[in-house]
């Protein structure tokens, strides 16, 4: 789907799609972007070949959409299937990063819808997310959609030694 956004006194031309293994390189570009915002640039250790394999090798692991403008991928919604014990199957959007002259343009909101949709598709009746507590316009930017701010849980992440 194309569509035509009046943006800084031009016009973009965004074109919301499916991401394909040939956007692995700005796809990887753009992780490190969003990395560097959330001040943790060093954190990031997936590689291209690892992205390749996890999201188009024979088992994928995530389904991404992506937006571009005249040819080149500005943002991206990044999810997976996980299980809750509670509600089933839930989409969790491990990430959406919109570059930072494109937002407020609601390229965002075109991409979590998609992400929606495809729940919708998938029977899927959840979309799940975390969020920086300090990152207060994506807050208001979820909590426009009836979000739920869960602040009970805390996060916690185990590293498997080899």
């Not at 569509?3 to 973009?12: G, I, N, P, R, T």
């Not at 959609?145 to 080899?162: C, P, T």
């Amino acid at each position: 789907m194309i569509l035509l956004l009046a943006f800084e006194k031009q016009v973009m031309n965004i074109l919301y799609r499916q991401a394909t293994p040939d956007d692995i390189p700005a796809l990887l570009a753009l992780i490190k972007e969003l990395a560097m915002f959330e001040n943790a640039p060093e954190k990031v250790e997936t590689t291209k070949a690892q992205l390749l394999e996890d999201g188009f090798g024979l088992s994928p692991s995530f389904k991404a959409f992506v937006a571009e403008n005249e040819g080149i991928v500005i943002a991206f919604a990044l999810s997976y299937i996980r299980y809750s014990t509670w509600r089933g199957r839930v989409l969790y959007l491990e990430d959406l990063y919109v570059q930072p002259p494109f937002r407020s343009s609601g390229i965002g909101r075109r991409l979590i819808n998609m992400k929606l949709d495809y729940s919708k598709t998938l029977g899927i009746k959840y979309l799940c997310l975390q969020v920086l507590d300090w990152n207060e316009n994506a807050i208001r930017f979820y909590e426009s959609y009836g979000a739920e701010l869960d602040q009970e849980w805390v996060n916690v992440l185990i590293e498997v030694k080899s």
